[in-house]
């Protein structure tokens, strides 16, 4: 071990804060190793909106599925998927004329496009996240800023080819943290693939949440037992209002990336 693996491994989510203030030092320290982050073609197709402002991190502790923490979070930033800084540039470098001289069509950001910039946005979110642990600040993904997306373009003044794709709150952790239980992770042996993927059997599956189930607990897994765990698992994530939205949400913010 080294202290970097042991760093990931001890890493947990945060979502509830001590007291300390996060001086704006240590912000910028994590901003800036964000930006160490590797990215595609070295472009950034990422910019990183930290949210100050308490009256908008209400809104969002609303809009992003009613979770109050974010609003008490000291250090929240949004990670956008954003393609508009590099189109904007493309337009003071007038590729319409260069493409029109070259009689070559233009093209637009498209669906590529945005994945690519969602690639480069998680990765520097995730760089963030390790470089905030190391500083002693614990933090938490709010994946439904993915959600509302015509609320939160008019909200964040977000132009047509920027997403949210993940939020980040950050923050001291509360005496609590370090006492709380990590939770654990399938196996390896049933997300590692070598050379090609082979897909699992119900055995498989019985072996792979038994963790899961005994987690849980009797209020939780026990109560449903492993065969319909998968039914509760479908009606409380995969079916749930939040991600329902979810899906509509990006296939709205996705009608402005077709090329
Ligand atoms: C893409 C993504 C979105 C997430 N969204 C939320 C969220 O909206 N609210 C929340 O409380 N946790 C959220 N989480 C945190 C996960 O629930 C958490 O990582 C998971 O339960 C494992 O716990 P751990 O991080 O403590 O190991 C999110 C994590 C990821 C990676």
């Given at each position: ?10 890493r947990?989510?945060l979502?509830?804060?001590?007291s ?22 070295n ?37 956008l998927?954003?393609?508009?800084r ?8 007038d ?33 963030a ?17 993915m ?17 949210p794709?993940t ?5 001291p ?19 590692h693939h ?13 072996r ?27 009606a409380r994530?995969f079916d ?12 709205e913010?996705l ?5």
């Amino acid at each position: 071990m080294n202290s970097t693996i042991d760093l990931i491994n001890r890493r947990k989510s945060l979502r509830s804060y001590g007291s300390e203030q996060v001086s704006r030092q240590t912000k910028d320290l994590i901003l800036d190793t964000a930006l160490r982050a590797p990215t595609a073609g070295n472009m950034m197709l990422y910019s990183m909106l930290e949210i100050d402002d308490p009256v908008l991190k209400e809104k969002l502790a609303v809009s992003c599925d009613n979770q109050p923490f974010i609003a008490r979070s000291p250090f929240a930033v949004i990670f956008l998927a954003d393609y508009q800084r590099t189109w904007d540039y493309f337009k003071t470098c007038d590729v319409e004329g260069y493409c029109r001289e070259q009689g070559r069509s233009l093209r637009r950001p498209g669906e590529g496009d945005f994945l690519l910039a969602c690639n480069d946005a998680l990765i520097a979110a995730q760089t963030a996240v390790i470089a905030a642990e190391s500083l002693g600040l614990g933090s938490c993904y709010i994946g439904d800023i993915m959600e509302n997306y015509e609320y939160h373009r008019e909200l964040l003044k977000l132009p047509d080819y920027v997403f949210p794709v993940t939020m980040v709150c950050f923050g001291p952790p509360d005496g609590a943290h370090s006492r709380r239980r990590a939770v654990s992770r399938f196996e390896r042996e049933f997300i590692h693939h070598t050379d090609s993927y082979s897909s699992l059997d119900s055995d498989d599956f019985d072996r792979m949440y038994a963790p899961w189930l005994r987690e849980c607990g009797p209020e939780g897994g026990f109560r449903y037992g492993a065969a319909n765990f998968g039914q509760h698992m479908y009606a409380r994530k995969f079916d749930s209002e939040f991600s329902r939205e979810m899906s509509r949400s990006v296939r709205e913010a996705l009608k402005l990336w077709e090329s």
